[in-house]
């Protein structure tokens, strides 16, 4: 039985992959931060009925607590999807998002190192097409230059570069996945896909009048993040170490996304203006949808497009459910949802 360590396993990929690798056998150990309130819904249903599934109190910025961990567990693969991974608050948090992201990743190599674990434990760092960020080619793929433009962004080319590293330096088997945009209705309530889904949700049930965005235009290769956890899990069971871009090829606007979701809820939806001065109104006439600088980012990534040929190739790996499935999915998980909690409270 192969043993597994999630630092970052109350997340959205971290509960899919905690689900995936226990459906293949795994021993799952996961990693928890302490919270003042409940931090494992994602979780809670495998906690409470898969024995090989466990928790450990921990933080990516405490490296006695990482070292302490690992080689108390010594697992035989550790993936590192623990991050501030939300680029705007980046911008507010810059230094805490550089511990986190950044020094998290280096914390988790040495620590592997320093257990003696750089044969038996294979590593997997969480990277990013926010690294792309002022894009040099499209689309990208592994041979793509950098230029991030954020704090996240940066951070992450730090892990990127510390993975390839540690692997150069002591022959580790220490990989990259280059993961564009992947959604879910476990996603997190501030990125905009589960916000326009929650939010248009609730103004079709009447819970809401308005919906705040910021720009429409930008366009990202958008894929189920139950599929990429399967290629964060192939990517470690190749036989050499590397690097690989894990995308669908497609990408469409903010806009579109916010045209799709309507069409499912059937909202009825004119837009009028452009840029900032972007509205939405609704077949009554009501405006629903309007731009707000405070959703603007002082450095914006305008387009992410993936070309995942490497992975088709050596991982066999293509993502199975397409943008439309994962639209639908997310709109009726947040609909039903809040329909029903609604009729409750009423
Ligand atoms: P997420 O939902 O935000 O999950 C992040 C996880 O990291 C959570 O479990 C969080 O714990 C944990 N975490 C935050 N700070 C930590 C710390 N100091 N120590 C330990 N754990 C900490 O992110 P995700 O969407 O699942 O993404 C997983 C990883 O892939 C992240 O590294 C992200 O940057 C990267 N990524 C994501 C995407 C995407 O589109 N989803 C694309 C490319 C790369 P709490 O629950 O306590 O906050
Ligand atoms: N969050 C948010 N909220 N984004 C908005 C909004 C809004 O109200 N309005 C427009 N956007 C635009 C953002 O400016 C960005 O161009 C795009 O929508 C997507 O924003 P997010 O959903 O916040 O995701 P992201 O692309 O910045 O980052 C996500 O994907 C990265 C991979 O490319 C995160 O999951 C990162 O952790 C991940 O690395």
């Known amino acids: 039985m192969k043993t597994a360590l999630i630092f970052g396993v109350t997340g959205q990929d971290g509960s899919y992959l905690a689900e995936f690798l226990l459906k293949k056998k795994y021993k799952v150990h996961g990693v928890k931060r302490k919270s003042s309130s409940y931090n494992t819904n994602r979780i809670d249903h495998i906690l409470e009925t898969n ?6 109190y921990g933080d ?27 680029v705007a608050v980046s911008f507010e948090i810059p230094e805490y998002t550089a511990n986190v992201d950044a020094l998290g990743c280096l914390r988790i190599l040495e620590a592997i190192k320093s257990s003696n674990l750089t044969k038996k434990c294979k590593f997997y760092q969480a990277g990013t097409s926010e690294m792309y960020g002022k894009v040099h080619e499209i689309p990208q793929n592994e041979k793509t230059s950098f230029y991030p433009r954020s704090p996240y962004g940066v951070s992450k080319v730090f892990s990127h570069w510390m993975t390839i590293n540690y692997r150069e330096a002591y022959n580790m088997f220490a990989c990259n996945g280059i993961l564009f945009n992947h959604e879910s209705p476990r996603r997190g309530e501030t990125f905009v896909t589960r916000k326009v889904t929650i939010a248009l949700s609730k103004i079709k049930l009447g819970l809401q009048k308005k919906l705040l965005v910021g720009n429409l235009n930008a366009k990202r290769d958008w894929g189920h993040a139950k599929d990429y956890v399967e290629a964060q899990w192939l990517i470690l069971q190749q036989k050499k170490p590397d690097d690989f871009v894990i995308s669908t090829g497609k ?37 629903i949808i309007e731009c707000d600088k405070r959703y603007y980012r ?17 991982l066999k790996w293509k993502p199975k459910i397409s943008f439309k499935e994962l639209v639908k999915e997310m709109v009726e998980y947040d609909f039903q949802n809040l329909k029903k909690t609604y009729r409750e409270k009423k």
């Open 51 to 56: 024995k090989n599934f466990s928790l450990h």
């Open 60 to 86: 990516v910025t405490d490296a006695i607590l990482v070292m302490n961990i690992i080689s108390r567990i010594r697992p035989d693969e550790i993936y590192n999807l623990s991050a501030q991974s939300h």
């Open 251 to 287: 990408n469409y606007s903010v806009k579109k996304f916010i045209d799709m979701c309507a069409k499912l809820l059937d909202i009825k939806l004119k837009w009028t203006g452009k840029g900032i001065n972007s509205k939405a109104f609704d077949q009554n006439g009501n405006c």
């Open 298 to 314: 002082p450095t914006e990534v305008d387009i992410l497009l993936g070309d995942s040929t490497k992975a088709k190739k050596l």
